[in-house]
């Protein structure tokens, strides 16, 4: 069998290589350098959103010109109630939002599900200084209140087997373990939770997702900055 020697490169071709690198340059702190001469990072450019489309779960499409309004009020925080009018509906599903702000700042998200035909049931509870039990207690009692006050006559009448949670931030956390208290509390079996930007919880309240029914969907949506 032949054998194969190393034999090293001429010096001519070190010296051609090493010309070369310095005619293309490399990068520096500031960017990146052509030819020797520095070149400017692209700027970023900002992508506009899509359209609205017309028709389908996100469109424009409104079933109900009107909205109820209802706020009942504890000592644990507050509940208001939204639901479809002009014209009212006999009953439609639900979409539970249990957050720790008021519900002004997701009042477009409100107003396009209660238009497409959904009652809000919107949860604004306290969650600095609080306990996790005390969290816990106020949630399950502002959701049976508020399902309490929509069995009346006069109100649309909640779809218990349509029951979405929803939470944004701490109210992402909030809702999960909503979702893992509702057998316990005997409240409606969520078919799913939405979960946006939800900070990192202690080992406790972790512990609670696992009571979170098989049944139920989960949709976690993850990101850098929950602002």
């Given amino acids: 069998m032949g054998k194969t020697f190393y034999r090293p490169p001429h010096r001519r071709v070190l010296g051609l290589v090493a010309a070369a690198l310095l005619l293309v340059g490399c990068a520096d702190d500031d960017g990146r350098r ?9 700027a970023t450019q900002t992508v506009a959103p899509p359209a609205q ?6 469109g424009r499409q409104q079933r109900h010109a009107g909205v109820r309004r209802t ?3 504890d000592a644990s925080g507050t509940v208001t109630i939204f639901e479809p009018a002009r014209p009212a509906p006999r009953t439609c599903p639900v979409a539970v939002f249990t957050q720790g702000v008021g519900p002004a700042a997701y009042q477009g998200w409100i107003d396009h599900l209660v238009g497409r035909g959904s009652i809000v049931i919107f949860q604004d509870r306290p969650f600095r200084g609080v306990s996790l039990q005390e969290r816990r207690v106020g949630s399950a009692a502002g959701l049976r209140a508020a399902l309490r006050l929509l069995t ?10 349509a029951v979405v949670l929803v939470g944004h931030s701490i109210g992402a956390i909030m809702a999960a373990q909503l979702a893992a208290d509702a057998v316990s ?3 409606p079996r969520p078919r799913a939770v939405f979960a946006l930007q939800p900070p990192q919880e202690d080992e406790p309240g972790l ?3 696992r009571r979170i029914p098989p049944s139920t969907l989960m949709l976690v949506l993850a990101s850098d900055q929950d602002d």
């Fill in 34 to 42: 052509e030819a020797g001469r520095p070149v400017a990072t692209p």
């Fill in 53 to 58: 489309p017309t028709r389908g779960p996100g």
């Fill in 71 to 73: 706020e009942l009020g």
């Fill in 152 to 161: 009346r006559p006069g109100h649309v009448r909640p779809r218990l087997d």
């Fill in 207 to 209: 512990r609670l997702l």
């Fill in 185 to 187: 509390q005997r409240l």
